[in-house]
């Protein structure tokens, strides 16, 4: 296979040329439009590369100076800049009491009043153990269209006026949720005086020596000329469409030469005791205390036995990653202009760095009864057990996609996220990254023609009042449709399936920002006389919201 190609001049030594090895070594999992990625060991560049196009139509080549958006990977430079400001507050904050904790508390029980005398805190917003719900998953309930506008000056403030209570206790899970993050990019903005933007330049670019990364919200406005694309190979690509605005929870536009100085940055002051990253990068917990495996906008992992700190970072068009070892003084950096996995290559080069082999792990058939759809009593959401393409493992759908889970046993498995064993008819499966565990009971199917759905008994209208959208449910027989309605508009038809019982999927492969929801669980209920009249309908990012039937 040939090695990939890059626009670097070659260089002799010995540990750059292993690294140009590695990349070549895993050019499959590099496929798309364009991508670029690094590889930092001690302070050096062991490869920069970037190779594809910026610009597929154009033709116009990939080079490490060209900005694209690093999305989610904003929310940990937030957190920098949160900690400078409690060593350096700015001269609005010098005029009130308190230090930037104290400051952001008075904030946000502004912000959010009902929710603070319910227990929410500042940590459970940068820890992501708010309870809160995503608000880019709640924009498919308040009727937006996946390309639609998101303004905001005017849409934002809405979604957090309809922020009206939690799907767990704060401070007790962890969930992702992007609002969070916007929340506390607002607040900062209040309590210091500055914008983000700006915070961020004169707090992390410019130390970091990130010579051209700027806040850009507007991801309609991103700079020119790196196109972000849809599709795959097999369906060809096509140019993303972006037209939301986010800041705080994203918004970041960087270079890969950016990122690697960034990386540089990090590591150097990772041992500086009281350094920003050297705080943001210790351990935090929840309530009960238990150790969390995400605080400071950081996840925390395992790879080949050791541990990093990274984040990824998503939007129609992109998908990125960036891991740091601690211990190991290595950083990777993946960033990709389409929507292939950016992760599991930087797992793969890491393991090559390390000389790291799978280990022989015996392997295990699946009992008939462990395939199935379960239903989590407490979530009401779905978990899904499907066949595996390879041997020794099984499919588990929970989040947005199915996650290859090896089988321990014929009833058990385990991953990386979660280890779950089947007792009868409940399904008991440890969520370890969430600090929850899930019983999800067995939802029976009957195949007799008899049985099937009648669609009419769920069609019509349901309200939920807490955030304040209707859900419309239309169609027959087994082919039912849903939709929403909310300040966003008249959200797009969504294909609905069958599940068993009185439960249903509602699919939702594209959103605002990605990646989307993906499948909802619509729960629906009887009355005592067997009539429909509520539903229960959530996803991974939002989960439990009521409905009242209307119609």
């Known amino acids: 296979m040939a090695s990939l190609p890059t626009r670097e001049a070659p260089d002799s030594s010995a540990a750059q040329t292993n690294a140009s090895k590695i990349l070549s070594s895993i050019q499959d999992q590099l496929r798309g439009p364009g991508g670029a990625v690094a590889i930092v060991k001690d302070g050096e560049n062991l490869a920069r590369h970037t190779y594809g196009y910026a610009d597929i139509d154009r033709r116009i080549p990939l080079t490490p100076q060209m900005h694209m958006p690093i999305c989610s990977i904003s929310k940990q430079m937030v957190c920098l800049v949160l ?61 937006a269209q996946p390309e639609g506008q998101f303004s905001i000056a005017l849409d934002a403030p809405q979604a957090i006026a309809r922020t009206r209570s939690f799907h767990f206790e704060p401070g007790t899970e962890y969930s992702y949720s992007n609002v969070n993050f916007h929340i506390l990019g607002s607040m900062i903005e209040a309590v210091a005086g500055q914008s983000l933007g700006q915070l961020l330049d004169e707090r992390v670019f410019k130390p970091a020596g990130m010579r051209s990364a700027a806040l850009c919200p507007n991801t309609a406005g991103h700079p020119l000329p790196v196109v972000g694309y849809d599709g795959d190979e097999k369906h060809g690509y096509k140019a993303g469409i972006n037209r939301i605005e986010w800041s705080g929870d994203a918004g970041i536009v960087a270079t890969l030469d950016d990122m690697i100085a960034y990386e540089k940055w990090l590591d150097k ?91 022989e ?22 978990v899904r057990v499907e ?34 064993k089947l007792e009868t008819d409940t399904l008991h499966v440890q969520r370890l990254r969430d600090n929850r565990v899930l019983q999800a009971k067995r939802i029976f199917t009957v195949k ?23 859900f419309h449910c239309f169609g027959a027989g087994s082919m039912l449709y849903g939709s929403f309605d909310g300040y966003l508009g008249k959200g797009p038809a969504h294909t609905m399936q069958h599940v068993g019982e009185d439960i249903w999927l509602l699919s939702n492969p594209r959103g605002m920002d990605a990646p989307a929801p993906g499948d909802w669980t619509v729960v629906f209920r009887r009355d005592g006389s067997g009539v429909v009249t509520n539903a229960t309908i959530g996803c991974w990012l939002a989960r439990k919201n009521e409905y009242t039937r209307v119609s």
């Open 269 to 359: 002051t990772y041992a500086e005791e009281g350094s920003l990253y050297n705080t943001v990068a210790r351990s935090t917990t929840y309530r009960d205390g238990s150790v969390a495996k995400y605080g400071y906008g950081l996840a925390r992992g395992e790879t080949a036995g050791k541990a990093w700190l990274g984040h990824g970072g998503a939007l129609r068009g992109f998908r990125l990653w960036r891991m740091h070892l601690p211990e190991e003084h290595i950083s990777i950096v993946v960033m990709f202009n389409h929507e292939g996995d950016s992760a599991a290559p930087a797992d793969a080069i890491l393991k090559r760095l390390l000389n790291w082999q799978e280990p």
């Open 361 to 382: 792990k015996a392997l295990s058939t699946a009992e008939s009864n462990l395939f199935g759809a379960y239903l989590d009593v407490e979530t009401q959401l779905l």
């Open 83 to 143: 900690v400078s400001l409690k060593h350096e507050p700015t001269p609005l904050m010098a005029k009130f009491p308190g230090d930037i904790w104290e400051q952001l508390a008075v904030e946000l029980q502004k912000v959010l009043p009902n929710l603070v005398e319910r227990g929410l805190t500042v940590p459970d917003l940068y820890n992501m153990q708010s309870g809160i719900r995503d608000y880019w998953a709640m924009t498919t309930l308040w009727g």
């Open 387 to 420: 066949k595996s393409d390879d041997a020794g493992y099984v499919n588990v759908t929970y989040h947005i996609a199915p996650e290859k889970t090896r089988l321990t046993s014929g009833t058990s498995v385990e991953s990386k996220g979660m280890t779950g």
């Open 448 to 470: 007799d023609e008899e049985a099937l759905p009648k669609g009419d008994q769920y069609t019509g209208s349901y309200q939920c009042a807490d955030s304040a959208n209707i």
